[in-house]
Every structure is written in structure tokens, then in C-alpha cells.
């Protein structure tokens, strides 16, 4: 059945969804300083007429385009890209309407209508790119062009509560990726040499199979922060014990047990993508490999290794986003990393300091994503370039 | 009823989990001794401020109303995309049920506290909202899934759209969509735990209130009623969908 409507529904019921919540929710708001709650503005006092009203238009206009035009999805692609363009500079013009520079405590918040605009704009970009067939290059031109809209307006955005919070906190900040990234990645680096070799053996010995994926899945199973817990109480006795642990700094609490619980929870993505994919390889494939003379070596090397690598790229993926947040909890045995930000937002009831943390894990958690499917992509057999 | 039968016949490892559950939120504080010997410099080495059974019944409550909402909004957006009249929804609700799990866990929870203050509610929310994905992803799946043979031939003897999607859809897709709740219940079982740093009361308290407090002996008896717990449910989870497919091979032949 096709649609009546001459427009896309599903832009039309985003861009309803994101006038309702632009005029209905508070766009931003005006903090005195870090402990009074802020005062939160509408769209119309936060930005002021000619911009509440152009934001409207291009919203209505993307709405209405009708779909029988050949063009239509290119235009709305360009006003959606339009759109979030604006967002980090009408931040910048409510920072500079309402923040008076001469109160240096003063801080701007960013309301819920902000948020909220930002999700469904996001909506409306992947149903757009789903409908149109976009070149990689042109993906990566908006990226950086959002990209570099968002570093244009950062001396703008000093006074944002999330800059303020950063701006305090440079140094742990820096820290905190330090050790995010080192858990992440030595959780990942271990798990992909270790479930490599486990997948050659179960592949080699199937009794093991049935065994040992269900102990993997059985530790899958435990939530994290009943592992971390659980690992502390003997690993600060073995410390305790081992002058060699206490000189490596393995105690009950910090980076070891994090370490440990987040190598538990790889193995069982990395195991079974790779086990899979290489057992996956069409025997056809690997008799004609033998049959033109190759050596055991050179079909694993040259045939079996290369069919396998997207799936178990694939594997690398879901097990960097899913040590990314699991760090993240990490933080509550002192692991460090950017938990630590959410824990202490937490704390003190700083809702600026929690986003400082999770934003950052969201954004390394895309960024993963992005990366591995697009690594995964460029290994599909028969795709070159 | 039979169903029921046939669990608790076959089901002797739920059982055994929940034994072991039961016994521990039961019976922990009768092992003073054995804490005590693990946080020797400590007065109170067991977790009182609530009992094990209240904090147990208060997570699976919040564990299972987030279910059950998700369940009922999760299945049923999957369904309305795939008829005809919600198909146009079709593609970005399954591009936003993958890129969704992207977001760890964590993230949502936190950044459920500015929007809803502390409590059970954000934590509610937070479950709401991510256990909603693979539910959603799962069900697409599983409709998809059916041969369009099987769908003709319903309708070739005279079924209703609905009794179609009742009749043979839904229980032809169950097992799928099962297992879309079994990963989002596992899911949220974990960041319930996680949820008593921002104000709700789960088996999470003792844990933390271990860890703020340095009391190795609280976070253990948190760590392995949420373990047990996770294992029960799993299990629970595991044989419900070993009896569906047992039931879906008769439905075949």
C-alpha cells in the first residue's frame, strides 16, 4: 500500500514532535552560579524572534516538501544538516543575549527543548540517509563540517555549565580518557589474541565447544557490578600476600579487578565471532585452495583468515562498545576512567558534571562503532577500496 | 497449565538457582562468622540498613513492571511498523533499535537524573527505554523471519489480518522474540544494580555502600545476591524458550 500522503510521514510526524517540543520545553537556561538551580527560557526569550522563527520555518519547510519532487530528499538532507549546524551557534547567541560577561560565575544550562531538538534531528538524518544513496565522501563532509561548526563556536560556549565543568577539570579529563582508553583497549587487545586462540582450538577440539561457551555465556550473564564486586575480596588477598601484586599496584579496588571482569566479558563476543567465521569459511572454498596447490599455511593465511575478518571485526565492535560501558562502571571500584564523572555528578547532584561523563562515553562508544562497521565494510571480500 | 508442568519437570536448574537465591537473601546474615573473617577490623560486617529479601522483591519489581512496559510498547511498535499502514516507520525504527544499543547502559541511566531527578523513577526509565531495543529488534526479526508461503496459506483459508498475527505470526516468532527479552531482562537486571547510585533500592545498595564505606563484606553479599539473581532469571528464561521450541517443532509436524 503505498502512502496518500504527498509527504514523507515519518519526517512529518519528527518535525511535529520537534516544533511541539521546541515551543513547549525550555530551550536553555540561566544559572546565577554552580549551586542555585537554573531559570529556564523558552525558545522565544532564549533566542529571540527572527531566530525562533527561522528555525520554525526550515522545520515546516522540511515537513512539507513534497516527496514526488526528485530532489526532495536532497533538500531536506540540507536543511536537517542546516539545522544542526545551528545548534551549537544558537547556544553561542543565548550565551550572548543572556549571560552578562561581567558576572564571572553566571553559567548557561541547556534545556530539555535543546535535547530534544538534537535527538530528533538525529531521527531525521538516519530515516533521510536511509532513503537516498549518499557517497561515503559526502557523509564525511557533514561530519566535518559539524565538526568544525562545533570548534568555530567553542570560545562562544565558555560560559556553558558543561565547559565551566571541563574547564575545572582539564587535567582529570584528560586522565580519565587516558584510562578509559587503556581499559578498553587492553580488555579488547587481550581478548582478541586470547579468543583467537581459543577459537582455533575449539575449531580443532569440538567436544569443547558446548562447554565452553556455556561457561562464557554463564560470566555474560553476571551483571557487572556483581563481578567488580565479586573479584575485589580475592584479589585484596592475594595482594595482600604478593609483594610482587602490591608492587604492580594489583589491589582489591582500582585497575586490576576492572581489568580482569572486563576480559571476562569480552572473550564471549570474541570467541564466538571469531569461532564462527572461521568455521563458516564454505569447505568448497578451502578444497579449491588445496586443490590449486596451496599449502596449509597459505589457505589459512591467504583464504580462511581474509573470508573470516569482517565477522570477526564484527566481534571486535560489539566488544569495544560494550568494555566502553562497562568502564564506565569500572569507575565505582576506582578504575578511573569517565564513570568516575558520572559517580561524582552523582554525588553532588551536579547534573553538568554527569553529562561530562556520559557524553564522552556515548561519543567514544559512536565513534567505535563508526569505525569498526566502516573497517568491517572496507574487508568484505569482493568490495576493494 | 501443561506448560507450567513441563518447566518445573524439566527445570531442575531454575530451580536450583532459586533455591540458592532464596536461601541466600534468606540466610546470609546467619553467616556472620564468615564475614567477619573477611573484614576482620569491622564491627558491622553484615548489611542491615534493609533486609536482603526487601531489596531483592524491590529490584525484580523494578525489573518487571520496566519488563512488562517494555514488552507491551516494544512488541507492539514492531508489529505496527510492520503492517502496511506503518510500514513507512519501518526502516528507521530498526536502524534506531540497532544504533540505540550503541549507548551504554550506564550513559542512559545517568542521563536520566537531570530529566527525572533521583529515585525508582529515572531508574524505571532508564530500563524502559534500553530494554525497549532488543525487544523491538528481536520481534522484527522474528516476523520477518516467516516464510511468506506460511502467511498466504493463512490467509488462503479465511484468517482475519489479526487472527493471522495472532494465530500464527506472534507464535511463529515467539522463540525470536523471547530471546529479545530474555538479553533486554539480563540487560536490566545489571543496570537495576547499577541504579542504587542514583536513588533506587535494589540488591545494588549493598555494593555500594560497601564501596563507599570500605566494607569488603557488604559489597560481597550485593555482588552475590545480584549474581544469583541474574543466573535464576536467566535459567528461568532458558528452559521457558527450550519449551516453546519443543512446542513450535510439534506445531510443524
Known sequence: MKSTLPVNRVLLVLVLLALASLWGLDYASVQPNRIVPGA??????????????????????????????????????????????????????????????????ARAGIGAGFWVLLFLLGLMLIEIKQRIRLHAGWSLVIWLLILAVILISVPWLEPLALMREYQTRSQQFAQALRSHLALVGGAV???????????????????????CFGVLSFIQTIPSLALFGLLIAPLSYLSANSPLLQQLNVRGIGWAPALLALIAYSLLPMVRNTFIALHEVSA?????????????????????????????????????????????????????????????????????????????????????????????????????? | MSLVRRIMHQGFMPLFWLALLLSAALGLHQLETLFQWIQPDTRAVIYSRDSFLSLLLNHLSIVGIAALVSIVIGVGAAIAVSRPWGRDFLPLVSQVASIGQTFPPVAVLALSVPLFGFGAVPTMFALILYGLLPIVRNTLVGLRGIDSSVLEAARGVGMSSVQVLLQVELPLAMNVILAGIRTSVTINIATAAIGSTIGASTLGDPVISGLVNGNTAYVLQGAILIGLLAVTVDSLFERLQNSFSVMEDRLIK
Not at chain 1, 587487545?189 to 562447554?211: C, D, E, H, M
Not at chain 1, 570477526?312 to 576512567?337: C, H, K, M, N, P
Open chain 1, 189 to 211: 587487545g587481550f581478548s582478541l589474541v586470547s579468543g583467537f586462540i581459543l577459537a582455533l582450538l575449539l575449531n580443532r577440539y569440538p567436544a569443547a565447544r558446548k562447554s
Open chain 1, 284 to 385: 568448497d572454498v578451502l578444497e579449491s585452495a588445496r586443490g590449486m596447490g596451496m599449502s596449509p599455511r597459505q589457505v589459512f593465511m591467504q583464504v580462511r583468515l581474509p573470508l573470516a575478518l569482517p565477522i570477526i571485526i564484527e566481534g571486535v565492535r560489539i566488544t569495544t562498545i560494550q568494555a566502553i560501558g562497562l568502564t564506565a562502571v569500572a569507575a565505582l571500584i576506582g578504575a578511573g576512567g569517565f564513570g568516575t564523572f558520572i559517580f561524582q555528578g552523582l554525588g553532588q547532584a551536579a547534573m553538568d558534571l554527569i553529562l561530562l561523563g556520559a557524553l564522552p562515553i556515548i561519543v567514544l562508544a559512536l565513534l567505535a562503532d563508526a569505525f569498526f562497521s566502516a573497517a568491517a565494510d572496507r574487508f568484505k571480500p569482493g568490495v576493494k577500496g
Open chain 1, 40 to 105: 529556564g527560557q523558552s525558545l522565544m526569550s532564549a533566542l529571540g524572534w527572527p531566530w525562533a522563527s527561522v528555525l520554525t520555518l526550515l522545520l515546516v519547510i522540511c515537513a512539507c516538501t513534497p516527496v514526488r519532487s526528485s530532489r526532495a530528499l536532497l533538500y531536506q538532507l540540507m536543511i536537517v544538516v542546516l539545522l544542526i549546524l545551528q545548534l551549537p551557534l544558537s547556544l553561542g547567541w543565548f550565551i550572548e543575549r543572556h549571560i552578562d560577561p561581567a558576572l564571572p560565575y
